[in-house]
């Protein structure tokens, strides 16, 4: 369907919109208002309805609500995280710092308090868009920085031409670091984007899998070039630019 509003475009009417909300009033009322801004909505009332739809659909984006009648949204969030690559924006009347700290380290890119004007939360559904368009291409992208270059489309890398053999946690790592490059990660990003939110404290798993792969991409491992601890906080490919 096709906005009437001629201030505004309406953006691509293809953008699904997956809604997990027990509340029949503001489920409909964020359908309704996303279809005539171009969206495609799509409507949930249960945690485990919104995990099936999410599955038979695969959603640009999902919008979750934390207080569902049969599991948790945190729970929602956590088995949504285990295959699907669709942002997640929560939006929920809880404020407490430590729930949005959670949905946060869960894997939601935003938290969103109701109630919530839609001007705002169409801005912020536009801003968790671009990331991912960004994010889906990076997948498709050559990136290099020294001697090494790494092709995401083949999961393939390679050190002055030769191709350098690395681990499924080996490679999620450096992948991380790749697409953050000139940034800090920290050793909780890591860890939980790496292995899980359970393993967050495990910080040896780390010094060990660095070590690893300087050996394997640095000149001189004892001295890294690229693969830069910030002590006491995370790492940080240093970038060629």
Request: glycine share 6%; aromatic share 6%; with cysteine.
């Amino acid at each position: 369907m096709t906005a009437n509003n001629k201030t505004e475009k309406p953006m691509n009417t293809l953008t699904s919109v997956l809604i997990i909300e027990d509340d029949p009033v503001m489920s409909r009322y964020l359908a309704v208002s996303l279809e005539k801004h171009g969206f495609q909505p799509h409507e949930a009332a249960s945690g485990e309805i919104g995990l099936e739809r999410a599955a038979a659909l695969s959603p640009h984006i999902v919008l979750l609500d934390l207080g569902l009648p049969d599991i948790t949204g945190l729970e929602v969030l956590r088995r949504l995280q285990e295959w699907s690559r669709a942002p997640v924006i929560v939006l929920s009347a809880n404020e407490e710092e430590e729930t949005k700290v959670q949905a946060l380290d869960g894997g939601a890119c935003d938290y969103v308090t109701k109630p919530v004007g839609l001007p705002e939360l169409l801005a912020r559904l536009r801003v968790a868009l671009r990331y991912a368009a960004r994010s889906d291409a990076e997948d498709n992208a050559i990136r290099q920085f020294g001697n090494v270059e790494m092709d995401f489309l083949h999961h393939r890398i390679t050190r002055e031409g030769q191709e350098i053999r690395l681990t499924p946690t080996q490679y999620k790592m450096l992948a991380l670091l790749v697409r953050r490059a000139g940034q800090v990660v920290t050793h909780r990003q890591m860890l939980r984007e790496v292995w899980g939110p359970e393993y967050a404290t495990e910080t040896n798993y780390l010094r060990v899998y660095m070590k690893q792969l300087r050996e394997k991409l640095e000149d001189n491992p004892a001295q890294p070039r690229y693969l830069l601890n910030e002590p006491g906080i995370g790492y940080r490919l240093q970038s060629d630019a």
